[in-house]
């Protein structure tokens, strides 16, 4: 059974995030009481902001969450966040009461350190933690890492191939374990060489959602490879090119990016499969004060395997559907080897307000996003590429903090999306 949110149940969600943010609160707390979520940067009396906030959203896989949490933002001497915590508390049909502790560090513009931990009462559950610093070798290195343990007991399988009908939809939970690791070095003149390895240990089960049959019961376990769980061994190897303003928060400038990627089962992984894509992205800024600002991203994915029967796990294959690809769809909607994606959107700064004792820029982000799988991009065909109109909702506090709904609209109803970060 799917929940689809109406516009009302999204204009009610904006106002009690009003209404209840009014009870917000700003205390000067001694440093010594705030260990490890502050340091010398934010002085002796460190200025904490509590905000009270409702959580209202859905999607076509998970149905409706709602809850409560509580953003406690830490800041530095000149006034910027340096940490946010929020502890928040929801419930969902299918996982019951769920707890999670999100919390990002600041230490600089150049490092950040992010983890969440979360739990619910039946089968879900996310434990990860990231650490990115770009201001290594004088600013010519940075190094990424993001280490991962989660169950999703909402994930759906609808066969391979573009226009998949919705009468084929199937439910499992993806268990995964999970590292990426990755350096890239400044060449010089904006390019950029980036090397990595990632890792992933997937186990397939039974799903939350019991309305919906379990992914082997209506299709083949032959047919669909990875099934039984998988693991993956892949490093990777990107050349990029960036003229972008900021690595977080880019207001203008393009990126290009190639990169490939190959699983290698001699490293433990389930075959020997590859991945190649290329994505270009523009930020192009309409006045002087980029109030206006239009940004597009184009990707092109294939995943091929290695001409000797190599089957490559269905969760491995070129995916498309989610909050930062198709943005009407749930995650994972559409498999296939190939897919091409296009996103367009216009970010327009409404105004800066300081609101809570927090300064952030609020914009309206009118999107559309388009986008197909395909066995290759020469099987590519007009009719069966996804149009998804939809409109975001944004806030951004400096230097890398970006709060975000996202409301997609596909031909299976609409869809809206609540997180952290641009789509791209």
Known sequence: MRFYPSIMTVVRGMALFLAVGLTACTNMVPREKLPLISDETCGEQVKVVSIPLPV??????????????????LHNQQ??????????????????VSGSLYGAINPSKQRKIEF????????????????????????????????????DGSARFFGFQARTPVAMETNYTDREITYNLSATWFLGRHYYLEVGHRFRDVGISRGA????????????????????????????????????????????GGYARV????????????????????????????????????????????????????????????????ENTLRGY?????????????????????????????????ELAPFVDMGAVMRSLDKAVASNF???????????????????VDVGIGREGPAVYVGLGYPF
């Open 56 to 73: 209202i959203a859905s999607s076509p896989n998970e149905g409706i969450t709602s809850g409560a949490l509580t953003a406690v933002l």
């Open 79 to 96: 006034d910027e966040v340096y940490s946010l915590l929020a502890p928040q508390v929801n419930y969902n049909d299918y996982y019951g």
């Open 116 to 151: 969440n931990l979360a739990q619910s009462q039946h089968i879900n559950y996310d434990y990860e933690a990231s650490f990115s610093d770009n201001g290594l070798m004088d600013g010519n290195l940075e190094f990424k890492g993001f280490l991962g343990w989660s169950a």
């Open 209 to 252: 959602v019991t309305s919906v049959p379990f992914i082997t019961e209506r299709f083949n376990p032959q047919q669909v490879p990875g099934v039984h769980g998988f693991t993956t061994n892949a490093p990777h190897l990107s050349l990029i090119y960036s003229t972008l303003d900021s690595k977080t928060m880019p207001t203008s």
């Open 259 to 322: 990169t490939f990627e190959p699983t290698i089962k001699a490293l433990g992984g389930a075959g020997d499969y590859r991945h190649y894509e290329v994505e270009l992205k523009g930020y192009i800024p309409h006045d002087d004060a980029k109030r206006f600002t239009s940004v597009f991203r184009t990707m092109y994915n294939q995943t091929l395997g290695d001409g000797n029967g190599t089957r490559v796990p269905f969760l491995e294959q070129s995916i498309l559907g989610g």
């Open 330 to 362: 749930g995650r994972n909607r559409f498999i296939d080897n190939s897919f091409l994606l296009l996103n367009l959107e216009e970010r327009i700064r409404l105004f800066r307000w300081e609101i809570f004792n927090v300064t952030a820029d609020w």
């Open 386 to 404: 996804e149009f998804n109109p939809g409109i975001g909702f944004r806030a951004t506090v400096r230097p890398n903090i970006i709060g975000r």
